[in-house]
């Protein structure tokens, strides 16, 4: 099993930023990506942002591409989200997952981190 631990949410302003942290314990695994996932009310999950094992490969979904930098430290099983000019359509709950295989299929998921941005 694997825990994943979210924290760095919280309300701003539109043009804010914000840094998210997830920490990554439990099983130990030779390699994986890590990356974000987020919810608004009403509407499906949706992929964020996901990062390679070694951090060369780099995703992004185009709403956020630009704005928001993914980068993890592997000797600390961490994983960060830098989301800077926030808008208020960014509102939403984001998660940070754990995937063996691809980014696009997570196999772990942590509980969440709640993230506002007023207009």
């Known amino acids: 099993q694997v825990q994943l631990v979210e924290s760095g949410g919280g309300l701003v302003q539109a043009g804010d930023s914000l840094r998210l942290s997830c920490a990554a314990s439990?099983?130990?695994?030779?390699?994986?990506?890590m990356g974000w996932f987020r919810q608004a009310p009403g509407k499906e999950r949706e992929f964020v942002a996901a990062s390679s094992w070694r951090g060369g490969s780099t995703y992004y979904a185009d709403s956020v591409k630009g704005r928001f930098n993914i980068s993890r430290d592997n000797a600390k099983n961490m994983v960060y989200l830098q989301m800077n000019s926030l808008r208020p359509e960014d509102t939403a709950r984001y998660y940070c997952i754990v995937a063996f295989r691809s980014f696009k299929v997570p196999d772990y998921w942590g509980q969440g981190t709640q993230v506002t941005v007023s207009s």
């Open positions: 439990g099983r130990t695994f030779s390699s994986y990506s």
